[in-house]
């Protein structure tokens, strides 16, 4: 199992739809999750942290899954400049960051 | 917002010359990081550093690369004999404690001729 796996997409939206990211993880001793986003040639920047409880930040849902190692992203209602590519970030044991691949989103007017 | 800055912004360099990548992280924040990304492939971990040491480093990181911070604000990245491969997008990083959220530099473009 990869360290970190995520839907490989590419997903294609209209604005205002919903999409949902899936990402898993095989280190059980992680200890902090994260949601970024990466536009094309740029850094990426952090989008959200991931609680335990889940968490929102306005039209973006975070969910963790301890159990099932599982971390999820949901963005309601999207807006053409949600079009980036999402990542999934665990930190280990060792406080160090592993990135998943990345998933490109691209929203359609 | 403070923010991590990086220079210089692209780099062209000849296979086994030496390049050196500079950062400077946010003011206050005690951890700092290099990632690397090649094209088309995911963000990879290279080092860590704290408290003037090596804290981590991948497998990635071998004697060609080195990391220094050499005064109280700079963070270097040394390629040695770059290779080919070796060409990628470099990213500063710096977080205040371990295992909290990491800020990055906007990346050196490296390209290995």
């Known amino acids: 199992r990869k360290e970190v796996e995520q839907d490989p997409g590419p997903f294609n939206v209209p604005e205002g739809a919903t999409v949902a990211f899936n990402c898993t993880y095989s280190?059980?001793?992680?200890?902090?999750f994260f949601w970024y986003r990466q536009d094309c040639r740029k850094e990426p920047k952090l989008l959200m942290s991931v609680y335990s409880s889940g968490n929102e930040d306005g039209r973006f849902t975070a969910q963790l899954n301890r159990a099932s190692q599982y971390i999820s992203l949901l963005i309601r209602d999207s807006k053409l400049s949600d079009s980036a590519t999402y990542l999934c970030?665990?930190?280990?044991?060792?406080?160090?960051?592993?990135f998943g691949k990345g998933t490109l989103l691209t929203v359609n007017p | 917002e403070p923010e991590v800055t990086q220079t210089p912004s692209h780099q062209v360099t000849q296979m086994g010359q030496e390049v050196i990548l500079r950062c400077v992280p946010i003011s206050n924040h005690l951890y700092f990081y290099w990632y690397r990304q090649i094209l088309g492939q995911k963000v990879e971990f290279l080092v860590s550093?704290?408290?003037?040491?090596?804290?981590?480093k991948s497998e990635i990181f071998d004697d060609q690369f080195s990391v220094e911070r050499p005064d109280g604000s700079n963070f270097t990245l040394k390629i040695r004999s770059t290779k080919l491969e070796d060409s990628a997008m470099y990213f500063c990083a710096s977080s205040e404690a371990q295992g909290t959220s990491v800020g990055f530099g906007p990346g050196t473009r490296l390209l290995v001729l």
């Open positions: 970030v665990v930190v280990g044991s060792n406080y160090k960051l592993t």
């Open positions: 280190n059980s001793a992680s200890q902090s």
């Open positions: 550093f704290y408290n003037n040491e090596i804290s981590e």
